[in-house]
């Protein structure tokens, strides 16, 4: 929908509140903000927008699709002119970025293993930090599958 003369221009919190809605295709109840891609929103007073997303794995083929999700629900809102999103060279992300909330759903829902700032990597099902960190085929290049080897469950590492 082209930007109609009665809308008014966008604003930073109706797009981040937007965002908040775009989920990650992998983990359809996390959204790029709870995963800490979203990094810079800009909105020029004629209502160009650059939104600032900051990748997880680089090689990541989902990154094509957040992307693209990101600029369709911008771009739909009433008052939305060109959406452009850029990803970001720094600052490195890390799962220090995901928020609280996000990192128990990613553990009890997904059985996300998030590694830890000294690199250990603690089992979402048990607990323990005796998961092996594997190079087995993971089900996308985003993730891999390790193994913990106190409860003996399969878990996936974020990248
Ligand atoms: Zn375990």
Not at 10 to 21: A, D, F, M
Not at 57 to 78: H, K, Q, T, Y
Request: hydrophobic share 40%; glycine share 6%; charged share 20%.
């Amino acid at each position: 929908m082209p930007a109609t003369t009665s809308a008014s221009p966008l604003t930073v919190k109706q797009i981040r509140s937007t965002l908040e809605q775009v989920f990650d295709p992998e983990y359809p109840d996390i959204s790029v903000v709870d995963l800490g891609l979203v990094q810079s929103v800009e909105v020029s007073p004629d209502g160009a927008t650059i939104i600032g997303l900051i990748p997880t794995f680089s090689g990541c083929p989902a990154l094509a699709m957040i992307a693209a999700d990101v600029r369709e629900a911008v771009e739909s809102l009433d008052g939305a002119n060109v959406v452009s999103v850029q990803w970001l060279s720094s600052p490195i992300w890390s799962t220090e970025r995901i928020t609280a909330d996000a990192k128990q759903r990613l553990s009890t829902e997904y059985t996300v293993v998030l590694r830890r700032k000294d690199g250990t990597l603690l089992c979402p099902v048990c607990g323990s930090t005796t998961v092996q960190d594997q190079s087995m085929a993971g089900p996308t290049r985003c993730r891999s599958i390790a193994w913990c080897s106190s409860c003996r469950n399969p878990v996936e590492v974020m990248r």
